[in-house]
């Protein structure tokens, strides 16, 4: 099973690891969200009041359920680098070099020296942020579709202002509800991912540090 957590699979874990995101996103909506968000729904459409601020209630738009489902994406591909991570620190606590384990075959022992080993590292660097670019694209599109909830809420509940005048609520509050419960939830999960992004960073920089002081500070 270990040989296909490697960089030659990324592209198809980042395939999988989507639809995995949207079952186990679909499926909680379904046995859980759903449910009790028109519940909830249902009592405050036949009490004229606004719906009680249950977590369900907060979710149930589809603005929040795709914006739970590219988290849970980020997370696992996040997971998935990180995994990637443990291993070339095990390798360094080996005393293996995860710098040319895949490079031995085209580099000689003539030409394996400061300079190259310093190439390798930026190289690696690089990569190390070409790995995260795809979640931070995630973490950046995350509020901006809680923004797009924010809109389409407004716009509804200004559409029902005649019915508020009239007394009717219900409508222009769960409107408005629609709109500062997405960004909530845009929110909240962009900064759980932010900070998800740093812990990563930290450890692909200690590595980084790492190889530098243990194949260039000689």
């Known amino acids: 099973m270990k040989k296909y957590f490697n960089k030659?699979?990324?592209?198809?874990?980042?395939?999988?690891?989507?639809?995995?995101?949207?079952?186990i996103v679909h499926i909680f909506y379904l046995a859980l969200i759903n449910p009790m968000a028109f519940e909830f729904m249902a009592i405050a459409q036949a009490n004229n009041i606004s719906p009680e601020r249950h977590f369900s209630v907060i979710?149930?738009?589809?603005e929040q359920k795709i914006c739970l489902i590219l988290f849970l994406w980020s997370l696992i591909i996040g997971a998935f680098n990180y995994y990637l991570?443990?291993?070339?620190?095990?390798?360094?606590?080996?005393?293996?070099?995860?710098?040319?384990?895949?490079?031995?075959?085209?580099i000689d022992s003539e030409t394996s020296n400061k300079e190259i080993y310093s190439i390798l590292i930026e190289?690696?660097?690089?990569?190390?942020?070409l790995d995260l670019s795809f979640i931070k694209y995630i973490s950046w599109a995350i509020p901006s579709i809680g923004f797009i909830g924010t809109v389409r809420g407004i716009g509804e509940a200004l559409s029902q202002a005649a019915e508020?005048?009239?007394?009717?609520?219900?409508?222009?509050?769960?409107?408005?509800?629609?709109?500062?419960?997405?960004?909530?939830?845009?929110?909240?999960?962009?900064?759980?991912?932010?900070?998800?992004?740093?812990?990563?960073?930290?450890?692909?920089?200690?590595l980084i540090v790492m190889l530098?002081?243990?194949?260039?500070a000689k």
């Open 123 to 129: 190289n690696k660097f690089d990569l190390f942020q």
């Open 8 to 23: 030659s699979y990324y592209s198809i874990f980042i395939f999988l690891s989507f639809f995995l995101s949207l079952i």
């Open 212 to 216: 530098r002081a243990r194949f260039l």
């Open 164 to 206: 508020a005048i009239d007394g009717d609520i219900t409508g222009m509050t769960t409107s408005l509800g629609v709109a500062f419960n997405s960004t909530f939830t845009a929110l909240l999960l962009s900064i759980m991912l932010m900070f998800f992004i740093t812990r990563i960073e930290y450890k692909q920089d200690n």
């Open 59 to 62: 979710l149930k738009d589809p």
């Open 85 to 106: 991570l443990q291993d070339d620190y095990k390798s360094l606590e080996n005393n293996n070099d995860p710098l040319l384990e895949e490079l031995s075959e085209k």
